[in-house]
């Protein structure tokens, strides 16, 4: 039997939730999802406003008995991840998100669910028009653009809030109460290169490396799951004493994704095809036993591209390009000293497009600690360097440095214990979190992160447990209803 998103229990946030994923919300194209939240605003009678840069904020009084408790913020991003499965016929220009109910699960048909921040955003909308749920001051902040760059939190003025405490409904595990993440910088490599015509005799294939999972590239780091980049670096790597003339390759997407799908195209001499087509079919079987158990769905076919009209990359830059992505650090780079099972620094490289004269490689570096961000990213660029590339750095955003000993994380530990009989587990996560941008700004504002359980967010697997939420949102209201006087 089909069952309603609307019908699930708290209706009211799974309600919110199912109108905000009728709205396409890409980062970078919130200003359909920010008209819908000022005219939420303006429904519910409360007063709102948008900054500069397109944040949301929303105000309302606090509930009688209420009042002289420190004001809380409550803060979420408007923006999702836009993946789709290569098969999907979707539009997310035009079209809302196709739900489902899967058991205690809520997925979407062949793209991400945009539970990551949506969830967030609806408790969030749930509090402010509620009647009967006892809370402080609020201050509803919700920030644009946090996906591909943070530029919501970046562009917040330092005299936007007013509150004492916040709030960020962003992290996936319900059982963990996050109080640090890490930072991030993007590093870009690019190269011109002469497109070389294709000389006659020489034979054309694709080679397509898909079926893996993906994930977040900080949360998913490290589970040792396929980047569909460095595979196909490493396939086109081994084919080189064959002859191998690269046309183009095309792989992944986002930088906070971890690739799952990627093509190559490339010829040989018709003298050497069938001993690539053996290599190709060892190292892919070699791959394979690799990944067995992470990425049980992964392929790779090599298929023959009839009349194909497409140029060449120069032998020498070919050469330096293979090398350059084969040495590239890939995944976990550093695990923290000061907490057990945490990445301290990783990478993913995020997307390679080569193509009609242009490399272009994009990695999302990540670390709680700056110097060693930076110096993985300097690592990534010595390395492009010698590929003859230049490469920029862009869109560093700061980390978030724990504090053990704040008034509001005693509150939810001793809440979380007597709520749901067992204690919470207090981290530092490994994605990037806004409360380090936010504590630039808010330097005395308490701040803690917790949310519902999402799995495989930015991805197409994304998905999120509605008794989870149903824990989230008890959590929460329980906060709200605890938070310290004045």
């Known amino acids: ?41 303006k429904r519910i009678g409360l007063e709102a406003e948008k900054d500069a840069v397109g944040n949301v904020l929303i105000r309302k009084a606090a509930t009688a008995g209420m009042e002289g408790r420190k004001t809380v913020v409550l803060q979420s991003h408007l923006d999702m991840v836009h ?20 058991g205690d699960w809520v997925k979407a048909r062949g793209t991400t669910l945009g539970a990551d921040n949506g969830i967030g955003v ?26 591909t760059g943070m530029t919501g939190a970046k562009g917040l003025q330092p005299d936007f809030l007013k509150g004492d405490i916040l709030l960020n409904l962003d992290t996936e595990e319900d059982t963990e109460i996050d109080i640090g993440c890490a930072g991030g910088i993007d590093v870009t490599a690019r190269r011109a290169y002469t497109v070389e015509k294709a000389d006659g005799g020489l034979r054309f294939f694709k080679l397509t490396v898909d079926g893996l999972q993906g994930g977040h590239s900080g949360m998913d780091i490290h589970k040792g799951l396929g980047n569909a980049n460095k595979l196909i670096a490493r396939l086109l790597f081994s084919l080189e004493e064959y002859g191998l003339r690269i046309s183009k390759i095309d792989g992944g997407g986002l930088r906070n994704a971890i690739p799952r799908e990627g093509v190559a195209v490339f010829a040989c001499e018709e003298g050497k095809v069938e001993l690539l087509k ?13 990944y067995a158990i992470m990425e049980p ?14 140029g060449l990359v120069p032998v020498d830059v070919q050469s330096k390009l293979l090398r350059a992505l084969y040495v590239a650090p890939n995944g976990v780079y550093r695990m923290s000293a000061g907490f057990a099972d945490l990445v301290e620094t990783s990478n993913n490289i995020a997307r390679v497009l080569v193509k009609d004269g242009e490399i272009v490689v994009k990695c ?10 930076m110096d993985l990213a300097d690592t990534l660029k010595a390395g492009f360097e010698l590929m003859e590339a230049e490469v920029s750095f862009s869109g560093d955003y700061p ?33 990037g979190l806004e409360c380090g941008l936010l504590g630039r700004y808010y330097p005395d504002m308490e701040m803690i992160s917790f949310g519902p359980t999402i799995l495989g967010a930015h991805s197409p697997q994304e998905r999120v447990s509605i008794s989870s939420v149903q824990k989230f949102w008890k959590f929460l209201c329980a906060i709200l209803a605890n938070i310290p006087h004045k």
């Not at 609806?122 to 996906?147: G, N």
């Not at 053996?278 to 690799?290: L, T, Y």
């Not at 978030?400 to 587990?425: H, M, R, V």
């Open 122 to 147: 609806a408790a969030i909308m749930a509090l402010l028009a509620s009647t009967d749920i006892a809370h402080p001051a609020l201050e509803a902040l919700f920030t644009i653009d946090e996906e």
């Open 399 to 431: 980390g978030w440095t724990p504090n053990p000993n704040s008034e509001i994380l005693d509150l939810l530990n001793t809440l979380y214990s007597d709520l749901f009989a067992g204690k919470a587990e207090v981290v530092s996560c490994h994605a």
């Open 83 to 102: 993946q789709k499965n290569a098969d999907s016929d979707f539009d997310f220009d035009s079209q809302g998100i196709d739900m489902y109910v899967d």
């Open 297 to 310: 769905a992964l392929r790779v076919e090599m298929e023959e591209v009839v009349n194909f009209e497409g």
């Open 364 to 373: 999302l570096t990540r670390s709680s600690v700056e110097s060693s961000k």
């Open 278 to 290: 053996e290599r190709v079919e060892e190292v892919a079987s070699f791959i394979k036993q690799e």
């Open 1 to 41: 039997m089909k069952i309603a998103i609307t019908t699930l229990e708290p209706k009211s946030v799974w309600g919110n939730f199912n109108e905000l994923n009728s709205i396409p919300r890409a980062s970078k194209k919130e200003e359909r999802v920010i008209a819908f939240m000022l005219d939420f605003a």
